[in-house]
């Protein structure tokens, strides 16, 4: 009786659920061991945790509603949620809650999320929806190509122009999926082309018109006087390109790789990756045992961005390497479940959901240990957050939902091959 209860309720792929399971485990004990700057403003050990476990519990049961969907129903939910993410992102422009210096957040009903969240999904189920109904015998239709970049231009740049590294990620994602849905190469080519054309063009214009402000504040001292001038309302040109200086600080920081010594470098200026470097370096390969890091009283995003730094220095390599490898398992996992797809829409939006997850996972990890600039991504399914978390429990909802009731491609008459698992029903 209870087997079958439990059947019922965690229906779908078995290795998936696991792989879930574990990156929760792991996320309460990280994300309790690594918000000791939230316990100390909130005076309570328990309550950043708690706050957490709450948000993780609303995300298995949205994630539990999402896989008991037929897959066939996503198809109807598309352009609602493509009309809703243009408007909330135009929305998150003009009124947006500003973090960091970046208009991100937009709040309802004391509820604060990211639009840029949803309008992930929804371009990825976009992007699904138009390859799988476009598939032909050689591949898919010319105009594939075209209705996919028209899809995107109405997504892309209104996230790019408060969050470049979403922006980028989902430019990957997508073009990875054309890629696999088979899009003629001589497009995706040209794609390529113009798209390299425009990051140079983007990255002269952000060191021509951006102001890296971390120079300026390391060599100037204020003054009284200084300090209590009037701030000037910025004008239409900086609005526009008031991330432009953000950018090229990174940039900057990541193309400089001198090697500093202790004396030289600036914990307040660069705090994030000179913390997350001792935080790495201070592992010892084995790590210091879960709860016993140092570091998270001094970086800023412990229990957000730079998670991963935390991990390994708690779990050593061994941990490190456990994070990637659960990641990798649920991108292979899923990728036998789009093998058993006989229809294509199942096959291409499972895909290009965990390539979603998967991608930012290992973007992420590359930013914690210096291989890639620093950005605002989160590590999904691990670190502290709120809409993000929700969202990436319902992704994986809908990867179950395929595993569970998508059609499947009728077997050989002598079965399944040894050593496949075949997908719960």
């Known amino acids: 009786m209870i087997n079958k209860t439990l059947n019922n309720i965690f229906k779908g792929d078995k290795v998936i659920w696991m792989v879930f399971f574990f990156l929760c485990i792991i996320s309460i004990i990280e994300v309790y061991s690594a918000s000791s700057q939230l316990t100390y403003k909130n005076g309570s050990y328990l309550s950043p945790v708690l706050k957490h476990i709450g948000i993780l519990l609303m995300g298995i049961f949205c994630m539990v509603v999402t896989l008991n969907i037929k897959c066939k129903y996503f198809k109807i939910v598309t352009p609602f949620l493509l009309i809703i993410s243009v408007l909330m992102l135009i929305w998150v422009l003009f009124a947006g809650q500003s973090t960091n210096g970046a208009a991100r957040w937009v709040g309802i009903l004391g509820m604060k999320f990211q639009p840029s969240e949803i309008a992930k999904g929804a371009l990825v189920l976009a992007t699904a929806q138009i390859l799988s109904a476009m598939q032909t015998e050689k591949g898919a239709d010319q105009h594939a190509f075209k209705y996919i970049l028209v899809v995107c231009a109405f997504i892309i740049p ?110 307040d200026k660069d705090g994030q990756t000179a913390h997350a470097n001792i935080a790495i370096a201070s592992s010892n390969v084995v790590g210091k045992g879960p709860g016993n890091s140092v570091e998270r009283d001094f970086l800023s995003q412990a229990f957000s961005d730079f998670i991963y730094a935390i991990i390994i220095e708690e779990m050593g390599i061994v941990g490190a390497v456990a994070v990637a490898f659960l990641y990798i398992v649920l991108l292979i996992r899923t990728g036998r479940i789009v093998n058993r797809c006989e229809n294509n829409f199942p096959a291409f939006l499972a895909m290009g959901l965990a390539l979603l997850l998967v991608i930012q996972a290992l973007f992420n990890m590359c930013v914690a240990v210096g291989l890639a600039p620093v950005t605002g991504q989160p590590l999904p399914l691990i670190s502290k957050g709120g809409t993000s978390t929700m969202i990436n429990c319902i992704y994986v909802g809908v990867i179950l939902s395929i595993s569970r009731s998508a059609k499947r491609k009728p077997m050989p008459a002598d079965g399944p091959a040894m050593g496949t698992v075949a997908l719960a029903s």
Do not use: Y
């Not at 063009?201 to 890296?212: C, E, K, P």
């Not at 402000?213 to 100037?220: G, I, T």
């Open 158 to 267: 209104l996230i790019l122009v408060e969050n470049f590294s979403t922006a980028f990620l989902l430019c990957v994602v997508i073009f990875l999926m054309m890629v696999l849905g088979r899009v003629p190469m001589q497009q995706l080519g040209k794609l390529l082309g113009v798209v390299v054309l425009f990051g140079v063009l983007m990255f002269v214009l952000i060191m021509a018109v951006g102001t890296d402000h971390s120079q300026d504040v390391a060599s100037q001292t204020l003054t009284e006087e200084v300090v209590d001038q009037p701030k000037e309302e910025p004008g239409v040109f900086a609005k526009v390109f008031h991330r432009f200086d953000t950018w090229k600080a990174r940039i900057a920081k990541f193309a400089d790789k001198r090697q500093l010594t202790p004396a030289e470098v600036d914990l």
